[in-house]
Each structure stands twice: as C-alpha cells, then as structure tokens.
C-alpha cells in the first residue's frame, strides 16, 4: 500500500459528462501529481500541484482541470468527456517539490460510454 | 527533450529464467533520476527504485539488479530466477533534476510474462 489514495476506484460514464477524480496524498507530502494512462499515449504527466499551487503543467487538455485543497487532497476534473478520455488516472505524491520518490495511487480507471 | 525507450515491447520467459529489461534514456540535464516501476495485472503502479545521475554504482535487491551506464545512456533491470509472481508490465522512467518540473517521463512498458 503505497498510502496515496484514488477514488473511485472505476468510474463509467457517458460522453459529454463531467467528473471528479479525489486524490488524498501520504501523510506529509505536499506535491500531487496526476497521471494520464491510455492505450495509445502511454503515461502521460498532466499537472502537478504543490502545498496547494499549481508547480508545473504537462499534456493536459483545456477541458481538464485540478486544484489542491488547503488538506493537501486534490481533485481533477474532466468534462465534456470523449470516448477518447477512457483511461487509468493516477495520482502520485512526494513530499517536497520535486520527485524525491513518487508513490502513486491505485489509480481510477475511466471509462467514457 | 526527454525521453525514454524501452524497445522490448513483450518478453515472455520460463520460471527461473533470467530476464533483463533494457531502458535507454535521453536527455540534455547533466543532473537527473531515473526510476522502475512494476505495473502488476492489478493495475496499481508500484515503485521499485530511483537512481540519480550522478551515481553510477550497480544495485542489487534481492532477485532484482539495476546497471546504470552512462555512457550508453541506459538503466537495465535485471530479474533473477524469475517467478510467476514477476509477471507485469514494467516501465521506466526519467525525471529532470528540478527547475519547476519534476514530471516523470516514462516509456512505453515491457510485459514480461513468466510462464510456470
């Protein structure tokens, strides 16, 4: 148990929708980071936030976006979904700005109908 | 810019066969990390080790070792006497020393499967 932890767990839902992926970080790290698995481009950095501010953006779409809440938890939200959008996401924390050791979550995997 | 190459897309072996994973990297920093992770069937990423630029000692841990050659510009993993439990897909990966971006660049992955 790598002590970052994802929910849901697996989320489906049609296209057009919006959702809400939660992540809480270990005990004591301040950096978040979320990740974008696909088929197609592999793993993919999308953003990260450190002790609630954004510290450095990836390949992350206009349709995206994430904030980290002053408990150090942090949520990415992904709207107007495309099939296109199916895909594992994960969080991962560290406890400085950068990637002393990155621990990641179990991930959400969703899945656009 | 970054980037990680990891040209074994499958590897399938016998139990207790030696495997090693080959990752070749790029990159134009003169500091950075490098990393491997075990993806398992499950799903969840798992870490295995980081290893910065500047040291280039081989590592052992249990059945794994790591080679870090710079002058080739690769970080191979290697399993010894791999066991069925081994079977996932393994990615590695590069981060640059800091500035303001401390993403990790990963590779593509290679399955390993190991058959019983």
């Known amino acids: 148990d790598s002590g970052v932890t994802q929910t849901p767990k697996h989320l489906i839902t049609a296209t057009g929708q919006r959702v809400t992926l939660r992540c809480s970080p270990r005990?004591?790290?301040?950096?978040v980071y979320w990740y974008q698995q696909s088929l197609d481009q592999g793993l993919q950095f999308l953003i990260q936030?450190?002790?609630?501010?954004?510290?450095a953006k990836g390949n992350i779409l206009e349709r995206f976006s994430a904030q980290q809440f002053p408990d150090l938890h942090s949520e990415l939200n992904l709207s107007s979904l495309e099939l296109g959008d199916s895909a594992l996401y994960f969080c991962?924390?560290?406890?400085?700005?950068?990637?002393?050791?990155?621990?990641f979550g179990q991930g959400t995997r969703l899945t656009v109908v | 810019a970054q980037k990680v190459t990891q040209a074994q897309t499958e590897i399938s072996v016998v139990e207790k066969e030696d495997v090693t994973l080959d990752c070749v990297y790029e990159?134009?920093?003169?500091?950075?990390?490098l990393f491997w992770y075990k993806q398992p069937p499950s799903g969840e990423l798992v870490f295995l080790i980081r290893?910065?630029?500047?040291?280039?000692q081989n590592e052992i841990s249990g059945r794994y070792s790591w080679n870090f050659q710079k002058s080739t510009s690769s970080f191979n993993f290697t399993i010894t006497a791999s066991q069925v439990v081994d079977s996932a897909v393994y990615f590695c990966?590069?981060?640059?020393?800091?500035?303001?971006?401390?993403?990790?660049?990963f590779g593509k992955g290679t399955l390993l499967t190991v058959n019983p």
């Open positions: 991962a924390s560290s406890v400085g700005r950068g990637l002393s050791e990155a621990f």
């Open positions: 005990s004591g790290d301040l950096s």
């Open positions: 936030y450190y002790n609630g501010e954004e510290r």
């Open positions: 990159t134009r920093d003169t500091t950075y990390y």
């Open positions: 290893r910065n630029s500047f040291d280039e």
């Open positions: 990966a590069l981060s640059d020393s800091g500035g303001s971006n401390y993403k990790l660049t």
